[in-house]
């Protein structure tokens, strides 16, 4: 298979976990016969650096052009001080609005070495494997006006959603629901938002579309409580753009670390994007230490999701997996024993493993 992939490494830790990703990628292409040509943008900081904006043109277009993208992550302090429209932060919601990519699958699944690396007790995260499905390209992060007021005392961000906008990612919601076990939690503030009531209201009205799906709604404080203390109530959960981004940060804490957690952003059809769920980690960047996992597992989702490679995406995971087991883990990961290691080490420990696996042990799909 011959397919052209853009990387959007960006700031600190970005960089370092993308020629993780690219290590593994090269392996599978080598392994199973397949063709991938990268292409490298800019984007974020490193873009404003070198062209003054956080989404060049170029980039956009060869994003347009591509079989998939996959994106390290961007900011850092050294952009902290720019207007809002400049920073970092605007090239990844610029690229995901640009490219119309709505739905954001967070899978969180643990991996079972990791049991004893989360503060979480082993009996409530064990067997974790929740889907988080996040709207991705509106609400409070693209309402029009956001801004600071003339005088500097008053500031306004705006929520804003049409129902075709929600429609589409509930829809998403429950479909990936029946591909997993018709379950899906609806995530909302209906209480106080009239958004969230318009939400709620649509989520009972597509009910009727699946009935095989059985459907909780739960209030985003409770829910934020319900995730690190239930976990095995939830299997799909869907929300909006900001309680998603929060609620999936958090629930990282039950795979052990926030390195771990691969996501994919994507449309109904076209070009998907793929990224860790984490930032640029400033505190970590240079030293060599960045849990590349997360961005390892995004290349996997990668496969399986654009390019249908069930079998390589899976081996990607069965190759991470095992190195957990292996006991080798970076320092985020506060395993008892094994052996901590840096960045690379463990992406060679990755490849060592795949090109190792003689068979690929099904060990379940990441998302549906
Ligand atoms: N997708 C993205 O590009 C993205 C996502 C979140 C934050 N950010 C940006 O990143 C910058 C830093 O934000 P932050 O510090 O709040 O969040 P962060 O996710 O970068 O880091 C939070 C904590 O998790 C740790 N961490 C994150 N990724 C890790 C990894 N791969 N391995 C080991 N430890 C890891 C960090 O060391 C830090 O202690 C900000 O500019 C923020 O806007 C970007
Ligand atoms: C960097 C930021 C704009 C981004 C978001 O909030 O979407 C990040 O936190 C994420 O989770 O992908
Ligand atoms: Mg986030």
Partial sequence: MDKQIILLPGDGVGKEIMESAKRVLNTISSEFGHSFTFHQHEIGGDAIDQSGTPLPEDTIKACQHADAILLGAVGGEKWDSLPAYLR???????????????????????????????????????????????????????????ERREDGEVVVDTLYYQRNEMERII?????????????????????????????????????????????EHLLVDAAAMKLITQPDQFDVLVTENLFGDILSDEASVLTGSLGMLPSASIRSDGVGLYEPVHGSAPDIAGKGIANP???????????????????????????????????????????????????????????????????????GTMYA
Avoid at 102 to 113: D, E
Avoid at 175 to 204: F, G, P
């Fill in 88 to 146: 970092p932060e605007k090239g990844l919601l610029g690229i995901r609005k640009t490219l119309g990519l709505f739905a954001n699958l967070r899978p969180v699944k643990g991996f079972s070495p990791l049991l004893d690396a989360s503060p979480l007790k082993e009996e409530v995260i064990k067997g974790s494997d929740i889907l988080i499905i996040r709207e991705l390209t509106g609400g409070l992060y693209f309402g029009k006006p956001s």
């Fill in 293 to 363: 996992l997360g961005m390892i597992l995004s290349a996997a989702l990668m496969l399986r999701h654009s390019f249908g490679l069930e079998k390589e995406a899976l081996e990607i995971e069965e190759a991470v997996s095992q190195c957990l087991e292996q006991g080798y883990h970076t320092p985020d990961l506060h395993m008892k024993g094994g052996q901590e290691v840096g960045t690379k080490e463990m992406t060679e420990m990755v490849i060592d493993n795949l090109t190792t696996n003689s068979v690929c042990e099904q060990i």
């Fill in 171 to 215: 829809d998403k919601a429950f479909q990936s629901a029946q591909l997993r076990n018709n379950h899906l939690t609806s995530v909302d503030k209906a209480n106080v938002l009239e958004s969230s009531r318009m939400w709620r209201e649509i989520v009972d009205e597509k009910s009727k579309d699946y009935p095989d799906v059985t459907v």
